[in-house]
């Protein structure tokens, strides 16, 4: 693949700080390198707000020009959401390639989709994006001749036409509808079986799917790079108790993800939405760790799971170069996904947690409902069996979530 030059412009408007406007642009620069571009240049300018018609100032843009012209730049990415209009402008004004924050992340879901299903929410995002945009794209849209942002429905030129792109969008969402019957269904039936179910979510590059395979044994797409997971997967793991669980590592989260992107994967999504567990991954050696957990809690509450006990895993702590200091205020843990140590303390304290949330009970079973045991060993969270011999029983200690159906027999019991 080719690499591009690419020079990054940004306004810093006054309600933004310093510090989260330079996170923002870093992270650009980031999702530039991903999408197979290099920075070469970040050309910044305070403004109370954005210019209506060409996104910076008349002067920058000039300054902007000049670089562009003199180091044969191949693109300008810029790090808001532009109008069509100031699309279109800065494009006539520059003579290159110009694309906004939310198309950059676009185009990476385009290139990192692996399914079927991730395709086609990633075309419907893609093209919900666009149909708003589609007056006075002409000149933009000709120069594109392959690279960042020519990936998905860019290829096939649907931009061309506004009937062709809405008669495509209904046909996605139509075939979008069976996609939601069987996630449903699976869900159902996962939901019959009672099994516990765990949601790994956090910013992107935070290491979920290092953790999601160390516990699972799989083989998911582990990268340094911002999305390297697209499609959620789901596998069975078992809690030091006996405990039966599914975990499913998700895509991952980022500061001002585009709104289309998140309509179009709210199928995905869902799947956080329906855990009984979540484990959010922080990257402990992130000079901005406060700000991604921040974006992440803001996105939980959107996605209706802000409710659901959480474990917060502050990961990478091999990579600290000085002590960090654990916050009292919620349940945590610090490891290195790479320690074989540390995913059975993070195993322990999800238990830890759960002991916390779920409600205790103390029964005794005869022997011969050794089916029964088993059946309560690897649903709910034993932590003491007993055999009693001369009475021939079992004693039989632990905690069990308060909608599971063993909580009635257990309170019967």
């Not at 395709?119 to 794209?137: D, F, I, N, S, T």
């Not at 001749?145 to 008669?167: S, V």
């Not at 011969?368 to 045991?373: F, H, I």
């Amino acid at each position: 693949m080719t690499v591009e030059k690419v020079l990054v412009i940004a306004v810093n408007q006054s309600k933004k700080s310093e510090r989260q406007f330079q996170s923002s642009l870093d992270e650009l620069v980031s999702l530039c390198k991903t999408a197979g571009g290099l920075v070469h240049h970040v050309i910044t300018q305070n403004r109370d707000r954005i210019h209506p018609a060409t996104y910076i100032g008349e002067g920058k843009l000039q300054e902007v020009k000049q670089i562009v012209d003199g180091e044969e730049m191949d693109l300008v990415v810029a790090n808001n959401e532009l109008s069509a209009g100031q699309i279109r402008n800065l494009a006539d004004a520059l003579g290159v390639r110009v694309l906004d924050r939310s198309q950059l992340i676009l185009d990476i879901f385009a290139m990192r989709a692996q399914t079927k299903e991730g395709k086609l929410q990633v075309e419907l995002a893609q093209l919900e994006y666009l149909l708003p945009r589609l007056h006075g794209q002409g000149a933009n849209l000709s120069r594109l001749g392959g690279g960042i942002g020519t990936r998905g429905p860019g290829e096939t030129k649907l931009e061309t036409d506004r009937r062709h792109i809405e008669r495509r969008i209904y046909d996605i969402k139509r075939r979008f509808q069976l996609v939601v019957k069987q996630r449903d269904q699976y869900r159902k039936r996962r939901r019959a079986n009672d099994i516990f179910q765990i949601a790994i979510v956090g910013y992107t590059n935070a290491g979920k799917s290092t953790i999601f395979n160390r516990l699972t044994n799989s083989q998911s797409l582990e990268e340094d790079q911002l999305f390297a997971t697209l499609d959620p997967l789901t596998r069975r793991i078992q809690l030091p108790s006996g405990l039966n669980s599914l975990i499913t590592d998700t895509v991952g989260f980022i500061q001002d993800l585009p709104t289309a992107l998140i309509a179009a994967f709210k199928s995905t999504l869902e799947e956080v939405a329906e855990a009984d567990f979540l484990l959010h991954v922080v990257d402990v050696s992130d000079p901005d760790l406060l700000q991604q957990q921040e974006t992440v809690r803001k996105l939980l509450t959107e996605l209706d799971a802000a409710h659901i006990p959480v474990l917060t895993v502050y990961n990478k702590k091999d990579q600290l170069e000085a002590d960090f200091f654990l916050a009292n205020q919620f349940p945590n843990v610090q490891i290195s996904a790479w320690e074989e140590a540390d995913l059975q303390t993070l195993l322990m304290k999800i238990e830890e947690v759960l002991k916390e949330e779920w409600d205790f009970f103390d029964i005794v079973l005869d022997i011969n409902e050794g089916d029964l045991l088993y059946q309560l060993q690897s649903s709910t969270l034993v932590v003491k069996k007993d055999l009693i011999e001369e009475m021939n029983q079992y004693h039989v200690q632990g905690y069990v979530r308060k909608d599971h159906p063993f909580h009635r027999f257990v309170e019967e019991k």
